[in-house]
């Protein structure tokens, strides 16, 4: 059995990507998979430290969401595209093609459909990417990772399924997580994080948050600054020195800080909503404000709309808000109790076996 999966540009459509390969693996030891990504997308460094097959498929860039002079050159360069995708479709010779996501996802996904190889999709956002929504005019099945995103596909061939959750946030365990960042189970957890690049908006308005909690010692903070702002970060707290507040540039364990942490402040990006929901974290959202057609802003409230977390918009964001409403839910244990529980209410930690059964099902 050989497989080609497609997914690029940014962690969200590569890491749900991986963690179906490894899905599909646990069911079919036997399975072969090829990568099809970009050169300059991350993909490019991640998928081949994974030790996937991958190959690069040369594209200018993905189509703009309105009419400009450059998405006719790129349409252009979209459609030799896809003669070179049906090489690599006819060379590799799959029995299923899968994407996740991305502008690479185009071409090979539709030249597999033309050539009658069976396909599918996964969105992972409330509010579909322009890539898929073409393809969802061409592909065998669509997998959503949030009821919201129905709407955007046709009713016959579309799967609520979930986001695939890596096998490492479910398995991670809250006391592993106290014993690796010297925190006590006495105090209540809060994970920061504005994703692998740091938020800036989030990090300022951190700042006198983090001052205070050094003084009054009542909650834990690790805080994830992102690597190009730590810098900037520490400088700001120099001196600060308090076993209750962490600060750290990246996270490469990201599943087992999920596991300790009793609130959350992230982005709204797909991927960390759907591990928070997993393990039934409770989160002050700040969404993201300048991602395609405002997605992260809808992906936050469809966790606001089940009461499993707030949302602060960017423009709105300072310290003020940001502390009054820390301060509300964690002197609030029972308000957090029951966001915790409306989170996990959301969870699909099954969505990854789930999207894997339907690709083989479809081969």
């Keep these: 059995m050989k ?10 459509h590569i890491y749900p990507a991986l963690t179906l390969i490894d899905a599909i693996k646990n069911k079919r030891p036997d399975a072969e998979f ?23 498929l040369k594209m200018e860039g993905g189509l703009e969401r309105r009419f400009t002079p450059k998405n006719i050159f790129r349409a252009a ?18 029995s299923a093609v899968v994407g996740t996501g991305g502008y690479v996802c185009g071409p090979i996904l539709l030249a597999a459909s033309l050539m009658k190889v069976p396909t599918l999709i996964q969105e992972q956002n409330a509010v579909a990417g322009v890539t898929n929504k073409i393809l969802s005019k061409f592909v065998d099945k669509i997998a ?15 799967i609520y399924t979930g986001n695939p959750i890596r096998r490492e946030v479910l398995a991670a365990k809250k006391s592993d997580g106290l014993r690796e960042f010297n925190f006590t189970d006495e105090l209540p957890v809060v994970l920061i994080s504005g994703g692998s690049r740091g938020a800036r908006s989030i990090n300022d308005a951190m700042i006198e948050i983090l001052k205070s909690a050094a003084e009054k010692k009542s909650a ?3 805080h994830v600054t992102g690597k190009g702002e730590f ?26 800080a999920l596991a300790m942490a009793d609130l959350a402040i992230f982005r709204a990006g797909a991927t960390g909503l759907a591990e928070l929901t997993a393990r039934g974290v409770p989160a002050i ?19 606001v709309e089940a009461g499993a977390a707030r949302m602060i918009l960017n423009k709105d964001l300072n310290a003020q808000i940001l502390s009054a409403t820390l301060d509300e839910l964690l002197s609030s244990p029972e308000k957090l109790k029951s966001m915790a529980q409306a989170s996990l209410s959301l969870g699909k930690p099954n969505a990854a076996d789930e999207i894997a059964d339907l690709i083989l099902k479809l081969i």
Aim: proline share 7%.
């Design 144 to 158: 959503v990772g949030t009821r919201d995103a129905l709407k955007n596909f046709p009713r016959e061939k579309t």
């Design 3 to 12: 497989i080609i999966v497609s997914g690029g540009g940014t962690g969200g």
């Design 77 to 94: 360069d979209a459609m030799w595209s896809v003669k070179r995708a049906a090489d690599i479709v006819k060379n590799f010779q799959p």
């Design 285 to 303: 959202l700040i969404p993201y404000p300048f991602a395609a057609e405002n997605h992260q802003e809808f992906n936050a409230r469809s966790l």
């Design 220 to 222: 834990q903070f690790l």
């Design 231 to 256: 810098d900037s970060v520490t400088k700001k707290l120099s001196g600060l020195d308090a076993p209750n507040v962490k600060i750290v540039p990246y996270l490469y364990n990201m599943p087992t």
């Design 34 to 56: 090829l990568y099809v990504g970009t050169e300059k997308g991350l993909e490019a460094d991640i998928v081949p430290k994974a030790g996937i097959n991958f190959v690069a």
